[in-house]
């Protein structure tokens, strides 16, 4: 059985369908990519499936559970963490308290040290300025700031919307090789990102949105190489 499951998923903003009829899934351990153009319905997804936008149709199937409908504390809190488009830090506050925001709903105050240790040791830059307001941060170091503050729940299922969104070629490369390393520890993914590239060079299973559809899914490697995706979305001749 899957970790995640979406069957069917239809989503619109009044009028406007925004999904229409989207279904995959995620196995434990692997990361899944969902990439596509703008406005192909990849962060109305993430948005649905975290409990923030209502479906008109369809289901999402959290470990073996429906979670269509939950609200989105409870699906925080069953262990699927969503790490949003634009990070949307809190800009005053410290880092350190950025980051303990993501652990509210632990109460394991020893756990919840050893975790913001963690989260130091992967991005040391978030140690060493952990006293300092978060509105400080580059943008590449408050995209890591968010990544951080997603895993402070220590989520069964980490979502990425746009990681790589606005960074520096060197910061994303340190976001997407971030990534790769919570792969390797076994972190279960799933990815929504423009830079096509970079996400099927790591992802297991890749999904090619178009106008709210999925047009084209396949492994990572096979996207890849696929004549159709290195045209439309590497931008090869
Ligand atoms: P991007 O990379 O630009 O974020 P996306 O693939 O994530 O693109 P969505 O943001 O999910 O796409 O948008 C899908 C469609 O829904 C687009 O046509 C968009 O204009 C529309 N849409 C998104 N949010 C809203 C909203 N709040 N109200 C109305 N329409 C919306």
Redo the contacts with the bound molecule.
Sequence with gaps: MALLEVHDLHVA??K?E?VKGISFSVEEGQVVTLI?T????????LRTISGLLKPASGQVVFDGKPITGVPAHDIVARGLAHSP?GRHIFPRMTIEENLLLGAYLRKDGDGIAADVGKAYAMFPILGERRSQAAGTLSGGEQQMLAMARALMCQPRLLMLD?PSMGLSPIMMKQIMDTIQELKSTGTTILL?E?NAQAALSLADQGHV?EV?RIALSGSGPSLLHDEQVRKTYLGEE
Excluded at 38 to 45: C, D, F, M, S, V
């Design positions: 903003y009044g406007i925004a596509g703008n406005g192909a319905g990849k962060t109305t997804t488009e746009e929504v423009q949105l709210g």
